[in-house]
């Protein structure tokens, strides 16, 4: 009785709802309201003030859903005329509206800095990936907080925040456990997290964080990353319902496919068995005719000319043709899979009845198709990174598995080339539509007026003042107390009913690697400087040749028109510098792989200066960017262990890359070895024939590099306690990295291993380890650190 004569008080002295009052959005946080200073002694006396309740999203704001798939070009799914069937964003654009002329910035860190911020990529520091970032403005892979995410503005106004799959704008040095987190996920304005932060990861094995901690995949039988992601996109969406119903979301999903590897299990790959035997110039073809009929591409389009790099299917050997129609149907197997997945997100929205009032936007790729396999494709794409080619012969040895966890598979860039049809380039060609149009389908039921194509020039620039215009929100002019820099993009929603609605985005500026380009309405001015597989440019930039094409008459680029409009280039090119000086795109950078070593370039770096690292058990998965870098020089790592009482044992000390390349210093039976595994290709091993005694033992591995050249080979010595156990050479090594993002592990191997047989007990050691500290001499350095006999 008493408890009910206490609530019905409790309901009478709540304050009768007044208007809410005006809400200044354009400074975020929004400013709670001033605590009153009350003078009444008794509480019951008092006047209940209006409860101060946390921020709310404006009325009817939709819940709004990014897609966003990686390395997939415009001529590739089925809903733009390619080959490989997607039926969820084929159902979407049935029912939504399919942009064809929709354009990326040719690279993934800057499209996905570019989508989230709303400003051009050099705007916010991420003229290239963060793994190449420079000293220069524009360039430093440090997103400015004058330009805060559309994450963080949803969050500030009320949105629930999450993100899921694959991340690639925290700056290199700071993928650490001592961060700084401000450029995480979770830092930049997502409530949730879950994904990786490299610019890929092995599917099957994958380096996932969660927030900032990083967690191990489940090992179930079969486990697959995109799976994975999906589960956990699905499961925070049904919490947020079921908790939270009338409070909107924004979720990204951004898987990492189909970026390589092309990790998919076989039942997805059968699926397209023998379907691209004909080659990559039959697909272009038929990939042309269909887009055609589907009214994506003019009637009279015709093929842009092919590189000549790329050779023709016809010209190749009977090998080459097996090998590569293996890679395409892999490729694709992949690619559906992922549509199914995405496909998999979508029905929970229906099944929540939340698909009416969400706002889809699904990006059918980052960039253009990639080239990055080169002529004949990879087993192991990091040799690709290391600049070491694979033979053909090799790769067949292979081919059955492609796809699977033994393999870290790309296709040869003929398929790049033809998956970017009717255009001729691929990814990081800025300065050509291969490289930055892709596909888009925006879906939000009621609001698209007669759905079906869409045909205005816009930019992944836009799809931030989109979101913000269909919310009821302004840009804020500040966040977090710093002024905000203008978007640089417009909303595309004059668009959505209107069909034949006048473009409003009529100037754009293209640049990645020296390819650099000037859309203005209309036209293309653009020259191609550096091609995806070369290894230097085509001529010195201020040399570049520059060509002129009208878009309006010339979909696919496939007629230069510069000889009959010189005056129209030149004033292009002018307004292209004009563009550059004003977005922080100068100066030009055309460098590539030397851009990785930050050393060269004077990219922060966590172990600038450092010759010596010592090391903990249980610090895993650490980033090639943040650990002491071995490769080129001598080396030496001592480690203070015990090997366990009256017994033996087993597993990693220390391991940095895993199967596809990297090294591992470990016991096996109690004995010491050192293996180098180069590529995945060969494995060098250096093994004492005894156990270490039971107790504490200083082991010690030494290499001396050859030097002479990068990657060059050396000789290891094994000791313990001063005695030397075992020599033996490593005939090569890898110059450039191991792994985009299987670490570095102490007292364990993660993701994947370097060895695959550590002993019953797997590769967790089951002695004790104390401390290992690693020593490096200056780079390309012959003589060996110290060494004990």
Request: aromatic share 10%; charged share 20%.
């Amino acid at each position: 009785m008493l408890a009910a004569s206490l609530f019905a008080v409790t309901v009478l002295a709540q304050p009768a709802a007044a208007p809410a009052p005006a809400v200044d959005r354009t400074v975020l946080p929004i400013a709670e309201p001033e605590r009153p200073h009350l003078s009444v002694l008794d509480v019951r006396d008092a006047t209940p003030p209006a409860l101060a309740l946390p921020v709310q999203a404006p009325a009817r704001a939709p819940n709004i859903l990014i897609i966003l798939l990686d390395d997939m070009g415009f001529g590739q799914s089925s809903a733009f005329g390619g080959p490989v069937h997607m039926p969820a964003l084929e159902s979407l654009a049935a029912r939504g509206n399919r942009y064809n002329n929709f354009h990326t910035t040719a690279l993934c860190s800057p499209t996905r800095a570019a989508l989230l911020t709303g400003r051009n990529h050099h705007n916010v520091e991420t003229g290239s990936i963060m793994e190449s970032a420079t000293v220069f403005p524009g360039d430093t892979g440090r997103q400015p907080s004058s330009a805060a995410s559309i994450a963080e503005v949803l969050r500030l106004n009320g949105y629930a925040t999450g993100a899921f799959g694959k991340w690639h704008q925290t700056p290199a040095a700071d993928v650490s456990a001592v961060g700084p987190f401000g450029r995480w996920p979770t830092g930049a304005g997502f409530d949730k997290f879950y994904g990786f932060v490299a610019g890929e990861t092995n599917q099957w094995s994958p380096t996932i964080y969660d927030g900032t901690s990083q967690v191990e995949p489940p090992r179930t039988p079969g486990y697959h990353f995109l799976t994975d992601m999906t589960d956990r996109s699905i499961g925070w969406l049904r919490s947020i319902s079921a908790l939270a119903p009338d409070k909107p979301f924004f979720l990204y999903y951004a898987p990492g496919a189909t970026h390589a590897p092309h990790h998919v299990a076989p039942e997805w790959s059968a699926r397209y068995r023998g379907k691209f035997d004909a080659g990559w110039d039959a697909m272009r073809e038929q990939t042309l005719a269909r887009q055609i009929a589907l009214g994506v591409v003019p009637k009279g389009t015709a093929l842009a000319p092919r590189p000549n790099d790329i050779r023709a299917w016809d010209a190749l050997s009977a090998d080459e043709k097996r090998l590569f129609a293996r890679q395409m149907e892999v490729f694709a197997g992949f690619a559906e899979m992922t549509d199914h997945e995405a496909g998999r997100l979508i029905d929970t929205l229906k099944q929540l009845g939340r698909f009416d009032n969400t706002l889809i936007f699904y990006v059918v790729g980052d960039n253009g198709a990639s080239a990055e396999g080169g002529a004949v494709g990879l087993v192991n794409e990091n040799s690709y990174f290391n600049g070491v080619p694979e033979p053909v012969e090799e790769q067949l040895k292979q081919i059955d598995q492609l796809g699977g966890p033994s393999t870290y598979n790309h296709y040869a860039s003929g398929w790049a080339f033809a998956g970017d049809a009717p255009f001729s380039w691929t990814k990081q060609v800025a300065s050509d539509f291969g490289g930055t149009r892709n596909g888009l389908v925006v879906s939000w039921p009621g609001h698209l007026g007669m759905p079906g194509l869409r045909t205005q020039f816009h930019h992944v620039i836009d799809i931030v003042p989109t979101m913000l215009e269909a919310a009821g929100l302004p840009a804020p002019v500040s966040v977090n107390g710093v002024r905000q820099i203008p978007l640089d993009g417009v909303s595309m929603e004059y668009s959505f009913a209107d069909p034949k609605a006048a473009d409003r985005h009529t100037t754009q500026y293209f640049e990645m690697f020296g390819n650099r380009a000037l859309y203005q309405g209309g036209w293309l001015a653009r020259t191609i400087h550096l091609e995806p597989w070369a290894q230097k440019p085509r001529a010195p930039l201020a040399e570049d040749i520059w060509e002129l094409f009208d878009t309006r008459r010339d979909f696919s680029l496939a007629h230069d028109v510069a000889a009959q409009y010189p005056e129209r280039l030149k004033a292009m090119q002018q307004a292209f510098l004009a563009e550059a000086v004003k977005y922080h795109v100068l100066p030009l950078d055309d460098r590539r792989l030397e851009r990785l070593n930050a050393a060269l370039v004077g990219r922060p770096d966590l172990m600038a200066g450092r010759t010596s690292l010592t090391l903990y058990p249980g610090m895993t998965a650490m980033s090639e960017n943040t650990f002491l870098n071995i490769k080129n020089r001598s080396f030496a790592i001592t480690a203070d262990l015990a090997a366990g009482e009256g017994g033996t044992a087993n597993g990693a000390i220390v391991a940095q890359g895993g199967r596809f390349g990297g090294w591992s210093l470990y016991l096996k039976d109690g004995k010491p070895a050192f293996t180098y595994n180069f590529l995945g290709r060969r494995r060098f091993t250096i093994a004492a024939p005894d156990a270490l005694p039971a107790g504490a033992t200083t082991l010690r591995f030494a290499f001396a590099y050859d030097g002479g050249k990068l990657g060059a080979g050396g000789t290891g010595r094994l000791s313990a306690d001063g005695k030397l156990l075992a020599e033996g050479r490593i005939d090569m090594t890898q110059p450039i990295m191991f792994s985009a993002d299987d670490g570095a592990d102490v007292g364990t191997d993660t993701a994947t291993p370097v060895i695959e047989d550590y002993g019953a007990a797997g590769p967790a050691f089951t002695g004790t380890i104390r401390a290992v500290t690693i020593d490096i001499a200056p780079l390309m350095q012959a003589a060996p650190p110290p060494a004990a006999h």
